[in-house]
């Protein structure tokens, strides 16, 4: 009872959002709520939480029934096209689910409105500002990006969900403040800020808790950056990641992910309690690389520069949007990625990878010898292409370095930009962009 | 809970993708995931598949426990074999996953013990019977108590959903 009196002044952004969705004017930090979910992500791993959906609804005499078909999204991307018959029987149950419950935003298998879950949430307009999204990935704190508190959760939390259409006793969390100030220099970007911050905080300094993202150079970074950001907070052991919106969000929200209609905007308190206040200074950042084999294990290229790198990975939630096949071709055009040295890259959707098609970026990396897969999670987690050789190093713009991340337990995986990546591909060795961009 | 041995001692940020490698996310079932566990850590996930670890035996790890992905499988594969895992703290997820599908988890953040080691839990303390010492637990979140006490969140949910109105 102490504590929400002492935090009853001011409200986070994450705090002020679940007292909207709770259709309260306040919640304290710590008190346990139940929010309504606006939107409950799955991909493939549907096939489990269906089991477990079915679980719940055994021998209760009632027909199993989503409490929202509309607030349910399903996007294949783990493994497209399935790997194994294994998975193709699984995506056959979801798909068989998905026709049976009415759940319309499914994204199968299609070189149309496919992709990567974390790219087609927001590019469908399926995430708002100020919305509960709930995903069984671990990355779902992207959506941070665009003002909703985003996290992961397991499949039988899912089933509950999909059940109930709220998220059961959940504590409310604390906040980390952290200001990001610019200028960003030529040759550091948002992937760059965000393996510093993991470094800095360590993969459990903010286990529990929402990192709230202030400061011009997020004021003045695109959506496509604000997803990096949130995208890996995870990797700093934080529920979640936000951007409280502002005009940045409500252009990419109108343009780009075709919302119409009135959006639910607001921001934190002024005077706000946080849990503490991170700062950076982005004037003063050098490219990072996270290496072997944790991702807070974060140094500033200089100390890696010369590693030898059999794989160049480009793509994943992280790093696969336009913007990185943008400045990975410009490095590449009329090149050649290095003798002993494979790229294969992925983008993010099937959207992006048409978009960068007809710019011609596509041809700019096939022609200097890089291989370009069709969207999905691809090699990010070891389970379909571009597997790695024992001993084998890959440099990748994924976000997780974990041992045997890319399906092999005596590989290494080195964690960076996309420029970085293009510009070790040139060299077949860890090479800073700033030379070559 | 009955005194058992340590099988295996795991450091810090141990991750989902270390207790249950990517590779076998296709395999979902809780029936069928155990062969997995800890499937690169070929000593341990021999011992286990080979029944040579009784149910009861403690897993015990350093800070941030099952870091990493939201897989549910790095949970269910565990309870398959009866552990009781002890860290110092686990990460968020893989904590609600575990009271989720109820696998035996113990915050034990000063404990100091070794494979071998034998362990038993009584009144809110760890005690190492093997150095005679005892440290404290941490309760799980109070938030969570209610799914705990029903023995997982399919048992809960299953009584919110009989409590709605049809």
């Known amino acids: 009872m102490d504590r929400k009196q002492e935090t009853i002044m001011g409200m986070t952004y994450v705090q002020k959002l679940i007292a909207r969705a709770c259709g309260r004017s306040e919640v304290a930090v710590g008190e346990v709520v139940e929010p309504p979910v606006g939107l409950a992500m799955s991909h493939e791993n549907a096939a489990l939480v269906i089991n477990q959906f079915l679980e719940i609804y055994k021998e209760t005499g009632r027909e199993p029934k989503v409490w929202d078909p509309d607030r349910i999204a399903i996007i294949f991307d783990h493994r497209v096209p399935a790997e194994s018959s294994k998975t193709a ?149 934080a529920t979640a990641g936000v951007v409280p919106p502002d005009e940045e969000t409500v252009r990419y929200l109108r343009e780009e992910a075709g919302v119409d209609g009135p959006l639910d905007l607001f921001g934190p308190d002024e005077d706000a309690i946080y849990e503490r206040v991170v700062e950076i200074d982005a004037s003063r950042l050098a490219p990072q690389i996270a290496c072997p084999h944790t991702v807070d294990n974060v140094k500033p290229i200089e100390e890696v520069t010369g590693k030898k790198v059999h794989q160049i990975v480009v793509g994943s939630c992280t790093n696969g949007r336009l913007d990185d096949l943008e400045v990975a071709a410009r490095i590449l055009k009329g090149k050649r990625v290095a003798d002993g040295t494979r790229m294969v890259v992925f983008p993010a959707s099937w959207r992006i990878y048409s978009e960068a098609l007809r710019l011609g970026y596509l041809q700019d990396l096939v022609q200097a010898g890089a291989v370009v897969c069709n969207p999905g999670c691809g090699p990010c987690l070891g389970v379909h292409q571009g597997a790695l050789g024992d001993g084998e190093t890959a440099l990748a713009t994924t976000n997780r370095n974990f041992k045997g991340r890319m399906g092999n337990p005596s590989s290494e995986v080195y964690l960076c930009s996309s420029a970085v990546a293009a510009a070790s591909a040139l060299s077949g060795v860890i090479s800073d962009p700033r030379g070559v961009l | 809970m009955a005194k058992a041995t340590v099988v295996r001692k795991v450091g810090d940020d141990v991750s989902t993708d270390a207790i249950y490698p990517g590779r076998y996310m296709a395999t979902v079932l809780p029936s069928e995931t155990p062969q997995f566990a800890f499937a690169d850590d070929l000593d341990l996930n021999q011992k286990l ?25 790095a949970a269910s594969c565990l309870k398959g074999y009866g552990l009781v895992v002890i860290a110092r703290h686990f990460a968020r997820i893989f904590l609600q996953n575990s009271i989720n599908v109820g696998l035996n988890m113990v915050i034990c953040p000063e404990l100091e013990a070794e494979e071998g080691h034998e362990l038993e839990i009584e009144g809110g303390q760890v005690w190492n019977r093997t150095t005679g010492r005892s440290f404290a637990i941490t309760p799980l979140p109070k938030a969570r108590q209610a799914i705990i006490d029903a023995g997982g969140l399919i048992p809960y949910a299953r009584r919110l959903l009989l409590e709605r109105s049809a």
């Open chain 2, 49 to 73: 598949k080979a029944g040579e670890v009784p149910a009861g035996s403690f897993l015990i790890a350093g800070k941030n426990f099952g870091c990493g992905s939201s897989r549910e499988q």
């Open chain 1, 89 to 237: 029987t699984n995506q056959k149950k979801v798909r068989d689910f998905v026709a049976q419950q009415g759940i319309r935003k499914f994204h199968d298998i299609r070189g149309d409105v496919g992709g990567i879950c974390h790219q087609i949430l927001p590019e469908n307009g399926y995430v708002r500002p100020g919305a509960m999204v709930l995903g069984t990935d671990s990355h779902t704190t992207t959506h941070g990006a665009l003002g909703a508190f985003a996290f992961g959760i397991g499949a039988t939390e899912m089933a509950a969900v999909w059940t109930l259409g709220k998220l059961l006793n959940v504590e409310v969390p604390g906040t980390i403040k952290v200001v990001v100030n610019g200028p960003v220099p030529a040759g550091v970007y948002p992937k760059d800020i965000i393996l510093h911050l993991v470094g800095k905080l360590t993969a459990e300094g903010a286990n529990f808790k929402v990192i709230e993202f202030r400061g011009d150079a997020i004021r003045t970074m695109p959506t496509s950056g604000r997803l990096v950001l949130c995208n890996m907070t995870v990797e700093a052991g």
